[in-house]
């Protein structure tokens, strides 16, 4: 076992615990931008979910879930926003994951 090992477990496990959030988020977004209806108020957990993606895209991801779980079942506008929201968390999350994996990584 090298040195590394440690840091490629966590990292395999940390893109193991989000592809299949991942892979439940498309099919949310998909259900939401269906149900959207641009006459109804607007998600705040739309908006919420694209500030975090950028702030703490983690806190984005599960802000991000929330407002298309909403949207859903509410059918109120916001959508496209959240789906940014969604897409932006995730790439900027594994962005993270990969730098601290190459930091924590010894030469």
Known sequence: MTSATPSILVLVLCLAVLAPLAFLGFRQSRRAAAASDESVG????????????FLASPIGILFSHLSLRQITRTGASGVRLAIAGFYISYALTVVQLVVLFAISVPR
């Open 42 to 53: 607007s998600n705040f957990l739309a908006g919420m979910a694209f500030l975090f993606a």
